[in-house]
C-alpha cells in the first residue's frame, strides 16, 4: 500500500508524523478522557485508522493501527471516554451468526437492521448486513472489538462516517477515493475542528473517516446526535440534521 509522504512506519504500526511537531500541539491533559473514531477494517492485516479528539476537540492521537490489540491499548492509554466505531457492531434480530449454514433466521421481513431501512429512506446507501453479505470479516471484527472494549468499561457507538457527512455537509459530496472528494474532505474537516487543521493535509480518505467518527462521538456526548435504528438491536449515531 502506497503512504503519503508523512506517513512512517515505526515499531510494526504505521503513525501520522504531522507537519507540526505533534508534542508542541496536543494537550497532554486530553489522555484522560476525549473520543476515539475508528475506521475499521475487515481484518488485522490492513491497517484501521485512528483518531482521538479531547473535549476541546484537540487532536491527541492520529495513526494507523493492525492488531485489536493495540487498539485496546491505545484506548486504555488515553482512557477515551467514548469510542465510535464504522463498522456493523450487531447482527439483525433473530441472527446469532452469519453463517448460510446455521439454521438461525432474521426476524425482518427484508432481512436488514432497522438502522440499515431508516437510512435506506433516507437516501443513503448501507452494506447489507445479512448473511450473504461481503462485509461478514467486518461485522465480526466490529462486535468482537465492541465487546472487548464494553467489558473494560468503555462506552462503544456504531457510527456511519457518510450518513454523518451527509447530516454535516449535505448530500452534494464528491466520491472520496477521488482527489476532488478528498479534498473537499480535507477543507471541511479544517473548518468543523480548526484546531486538528495543522494535521489534515496529511490524512487520506481514511483517517478523515475516522476523524468524523470521532467528532459524532463528541457530538454524541452534547446531545447533538440521534439514534437510527432500535436500540435492541442496534442503532447507529448519527448528528442531527
Not at 503513525?15 to 507540526?20: D, F, M, R, V
Not at 473520543?35 to 491527541?60: M, Q, V, Y
Not at 491505545?74 to 471516554?81: C, Q, V, Y
Not at 451468526?97 to 425482518?108: F, G, K, M, N, P
Amino acid at each position: 500500500m502506497r503512504l503519503i509522504n508523512n506517513l512512517q512506519k515505526r515499531g510494526g504500526r504505521i503513525i501520522l508524523e504531522a507537519a507540526k511537531p505533534l508534542q508542541n500541539t496536543l494537550d497532554k491533559s486530553a489522555e484522560k478522557g476525549g473520543f476515539l473514531g475508528i475506521d475499521l477494517t475487515s481484518a488485522e492485516a490492513k491497517p484501521s485508522a485512528c483518531l482521538g479528539l479531547d473535549r476541546e476537540l484537540r487532536l491527541t492521537y492520529s495513526g494507523f493501527l493492525h492488531q485489536d490489540s493495540d487498539i485496546l491499548k491505545l484506548t486504555s492509554r488515553h482512557r477515551f471516554e467514548l469510542v465510535a466505531i464504522d463498522a456493523p457492531l450487531s447482527l439483525l434480530k433473530g441472527l446469532c451468526c452469519l453463517e448460510e449454514s446455521c439454521s438461525c433466521q432474521s426476524a425482518a421481513d427484508d432481512k436488514s437492521r432497522s438502522c440499515e431501512r431508516q437510512l435506506r429512506k433516507q437516501g443513503i446507501p448501507v452494506f447489507p448486513t445479512t448473511k450473504k453479505t461481503f462485509i461478514k470479516k467486518l461485522i465480526y471484527r466490529g462486535i468482537k472489538l465492541k465487546t472487548e472494549l464494553e467489558s473494560m468499561g468503555y462506552e462503544v457507538i456504531e457510527v456511519y462516517p457518510y450518513a454523518s457527512k451527509v447530516r454535516l455537509f449535505g448530500r452534494n459530496i464528491p466520491k472520496k477515493t477521488t482527489s476532488a472528494g478528498l479534498a473537499f474532505l480535507k477543507q471541511h474537516i479544517s473548518r468543523l475542528l480548526p484546531r486538528i487543521a495543522p494535521y489534515v493535509d496529511g490524512f487520506n480518505h481514511d483517517m478523515c473517516d475516522a476523524a468524523i467518527a470521532a467528532y459524532t462521538a463528541y457530538l454524541h456526548s452534547q446531545g447533538k446526535t440521534e439514534l437510527c435504528g432500535e436500540p435492541e438491536e442496534g442503532a447507529i449515531c448519527l448528528p442531527f440534521s
